[in-house]
């Protein structure tokens, strides 16, 4: 089966509704994660650039989910959510972590399921680490810390 073919087995086993949570979390997860909290100043840009990396990086991943995600995400031309929630409430966003892992349950082989949640996860701690990297030594900034504990649990990985 070619890589596209198994694209299109991948994305027909999911309503449209449940499609666009899966591949709108990780960008989501990059907004909420990339924002200045109060602390050292660091660039925005720059977590969310090392967001958009992880995001990136999810092309070579064993995981036929995670690489259907990843190309849906890459062929939108617009970059806009079709869900209505505010992108970036960090209570909707972990809201939505959790409707995932419920769509993930229902529909997607639990290897795939879990390699999903965990690439989550690891785009949402990019972007922190890279904020916190702004100041040479510096550990994970508190509310980041929070905020990745937080994720991991909306994505039933604690």
């Not at 299109?8 to 997860?29: D, K, Q």
């Not at 999810?58 to 992108?87: M, Q, W």
Request: hydrophobic share 45%.
């Amino acid at each position: 089966m070619s890589e596209r073919s198994a694209q299109v087995t991948i994305v027909a086993g999911y309503s449209a509704t449940e499609w666009e949570l899966l591949t709108g979390l990780p960008g989501r997860v990059i907004v909420v994660a990339a924002r200045p909290g109060p602390g050292p100043a660091y660039s925005s840009v720059a977590a969310g650039l090392a967001g958009l990396d992880a995001v990136a990086a999810g092309r070579v991943f064993d995981s036929d989910l995670i690489r259907a995600v990843v190309a849906t995400v890459y062929a939108r031309h617009d970059g806009a959510s079709e869900t209505g929630a505010e992108p970036d409430d960090p209570a909707d966003l972990l809201a939505a972590c959790r409707a995932a892992v419920r769509v993930l349950e229902r529909r997607a082989d639990p290897a795939d399921s879990a390699a999903y949640r965990q690439w989550v996860q690891s785009v949402g701690a990019r972007v922190c680490r890279t904020a916190s990297a702004v100041v040479p030594g510096a550990e994970l900034a508190p509310a980041d810390r929070r905020f990745l504990d937080r994720l991991g649990g909306a994505l039933a990985l604690r």
